[in-house]
């Protein structure tokens, strides 16, 4: 088992050990830093391709589903508008 560490309580009474096992945080982290943090969390834009039937713009490897057709096969019946 590992090493316990203690830490005396400023707000408690003086003398009084505070055992724990957790990794605490020696600082706090600055909202600049946790931002840097999660600069690479963001979403990215959907890419979009030209259809090579309908010239329309379609997300790569999904069902048009005005035409109902997937990689040149018609899985779903059409939409009628």
Not at 4 to 22: C, G, K, N, V, Y
């Amino acid at each position: 088992m590992g090493r316990r560490f203690s830490f005396f309580a400023l707000s408690a009474a003086p003398h009084t050990e505070i055992e724990t096992d957790m990794a605490v945080p020696k600082r706090k982290v600055s909202p600049s830093r946790r931002n840097m943090r999660r600069a690479h969390d963001a979403l990215g834009t959907n890419p979009y391709t030209e259809d090579k039937d309908t010239g329309e713009l379609r997300r790569s490897h999904h069902i048009d589903l005005k035409t109902g057709t997937y990689r040149g096969r018609q899985v779903l019946t059409p939409k009628e508008d």
